[in-house]
């Protein structure tokens, strides 16, 4: 529970009840979710839980495997311009949906394990942002900077 609990302050501090909704806690959203029904979350700010990736040729937030068994990867768009702007005010973050929805991912995801460099290729993360269609009907999420990616320490 430990390792949470950072994860969790920062998130209570980071989301507001303006980009989220009234008072209720912000549930964070699995990738195979947003995947599995791209049209419903398109234009919707989330919080995106998964895999984060962190390659030369772009970022992205994914699974290993859905409903449909297939791999899953939204790509992250930074743009300060036109993503949704940081909340002021403060929400809690729904711990136990974090924590049951990030089991659901450990169960067919794994993180990257590389002979060279650092494990940070790869993390577990919560991303805030708007999803949008991409053209070829798949999903993405626009982010506003780096910092709204919040990497999850969790206990393995």
Known sequence: MGRFTGVILSL?????TAALGATETAQPVRVCEVAGKPSAFSGKTVLLLGRF???????WVGEDRCEDQKPVTLKVVFDEKNAPEPPG???AADETAMRVKL???Q???SLGRF???????DRWAIVFGRV???ADG???IVCRSQSLVIFIAADE
């Open 53 to 59: 990736s962190y390659r030369s040729d772009g970022r």
């Open 132 to 134: 949008e269609s991409t």
């Open 138 to 140: 798949k999903a993405q």
């Open 89 to 91: 005010a403060v929400v």
């Open 107 to 109: 169960q067919h995801t």
């Open 12 to 16: 209570t501090c980071l989301f507001s």
């Open 103 to 105: 089991k659901q991912v």
């Open 115 to 121: 002979r060279f460099g650092s494990s940070d290729y």
